[in-house]
């Protein structure tokens, strides 16, 4: 059975900093795309961010420079380090994999997500 677990989410004041951790298990994920998505309150799911097993990051505009995504195959676990969060950045974050796809949400497996809430 697949599991991935999100980890790393809580309140924050603007300008701050989170960790995100995605921790896999069930099968190997080295081969599959890894991505970040998000769910603010009344809004549809958003791509933040995903990576190739070749290490190619793919972001959202909105992230780019303030996000990095990052992947360590050994412990099948997927980062999301956020920097320079705002209040728009507030969020139920999910990670997800998939063998083909990168932005759209239509990945194979999903996380439970955890919240973000980035106080102004």
């Known amino acids: 059975q697949v599991r991935m677990v999100e980890s790393g989410g809580g309140l924050v004041q603007a300008g701050g900093s989170l960790r995100l951790s995605c921790a896999a298990s069930g099968r190997t994920f080295s081969n599959y795309y890894m991505g970040w998505f998000r769910q603010a309150p009344g809004k549809e799911r958003e791509f933040v961010a995903a990576i190739r097993s070749g290490e190619s990051t793919y972001y959202a505009d909105s992230v780019k420079g303030r996000f990095t995504i990052s992947r360590d195959n050994t412990k099948n676990t997927v980062y999301l380090q956020m920097n320079s969060l705002k209040p728009e950045d507030t969020a139920v974050y999910y990670c997800?994999?998939?063998?083909?796809?990168?932005?759209?949400?239509?990945?194979?497996?999903w996380g439970q997500g955890t919240q973000v809430t980035v106080s102004s």
């Open positions: 997800a994999a998939d063998p083909l796809t990168t932005y759209s949400t239509d990945y194979q497996y």
